[in-house]
């Protein structure tokens, strides 16, 4: 029978692949870069990752606290759609009123 630390043992834990680039996707989101840019700066490198797995890399064990104070990137503007007023007209219920409807 094998106990658990020699069935470790044999198995030993490797880095993920972004590990190695940890310095420079630090570098860039402290730079402004989105996740999405620093892909794009992995591929250039030969390294394969989309954005989610970046983010997921940089928030776990709390790698995020190494881009603390990064300049935040401008709040999208409402789009055209939000500005534009409904068509319909205003409910205004007066029970104080007789009512016009018939039944």
């Not at 029978?1 to 570098?27: C, N």
């Not at 068509?87 to 409807?101: I, M, N, T, V, Y």
Request: proline content about 9%.
């Amino acid at each position: 029978m094998t106990d658990h630390i020699e069935f470790l043992s044999r198995y030993p834990r490797r880095p993920g692949k972004l590990a190695t680039w940890q310095p420079d996707i630090v570098g860039l989101l402290k730079g402004g870069a989105s996740y999405r840019q620093v892909c794009l700066f992995l591929a250039e490198n030969g390294v394969k990752a989309d954005p989610s797995e970046v983010r997921r890399f940089m928030h776990r064990c709390g790698r995020q606290r190494f881009i603390a104070g990064a300049p935040q990137r401008p709040a999208a503007e409402k789009s055209q759609h939000a500005k534009v007023k409904s068509g319909l007209p205003k409910f205004e219920w007066k029970p104080d009123k007789p009512s016009d409807s018939t039944w």
